[in-house]
């Protein structure tokens, strides 16, 4: 797998797991490419439109370490648009996101 299909989600403010002497700061996780499985029960669409919903339920099974929903409904806004897109990027093949990343290359 390329580093384009496990992507690591630095967040800006970290997730606290537990309470007291064992909590535990998530700071970052990384995401694996979803396979069919992975998005069961979901529309496509939400997720690509980084619904709250679809990502509550769908980042838990691919991400790792693996994020909670509960603990995705915590999330800051910032932090949450960024798994949302990192997760649309997903459902882009390599041939389209070659030809915009060719299209946006200024030229001098």
Same mark, same amino acid.
């Given at each position: 797998?390329?580093?384009?299909? *496990?992507?690591?989600?630095? !967040?800006?403010?970290?997730?606290? $797991?537990?309470?007291?002497?064992? +909590? ?5 996780? &990384? !995401?694996? $490419?979803?396979?069919?499985?992975? #998005? $069961?029960?979901?529309? %496509?669409?939400?997720?690509? *439109? ?5 990502? +509550? @339920? =769908? !980042? ?5 370490? =693996? ?5 995705? $409904?915590? *999330?800051? +806004?910032?932090? #949450? *648009?960024? @798994?949302? %897109? ?5 459902? &882009?093949? &390599?041939?389209?996101?070659?030809? +915009? ?6 030229? =001098?």
């Amino acid at each position: 797998m390329s580093n384009n299909d *496990m992507p690591t989600i630095e !967040l800006d403010y970290p997730i606290i $797991r537990g309470t007291g002497d064992k +909590a535990k700061e998530i700071k970052e996780f &990384t !995401l694996r $490419r979803p396979m069919g499985g992975d #998005l $069961r029960g979901q529309s %496509l669409i939400d997720i690509s *439109m980084a619904k709250v919903d679809a990502i +509550a @339920v =769908v !980042l838990p099974r691919i991400s790792n370490p =693996v994020i909670h929903e509960h603990e995705v $409904r915590s *999330m800051d +806004a910032s932090d #949450l *648009m960024d @798994v949302g %897109l990192t997760i649309a990027s997903f459902f &882009t093949k &390599t041939k389209f996101q070659s030809q +915009a990343e060719t299209a946006h290359t200024p030229t =001098v």
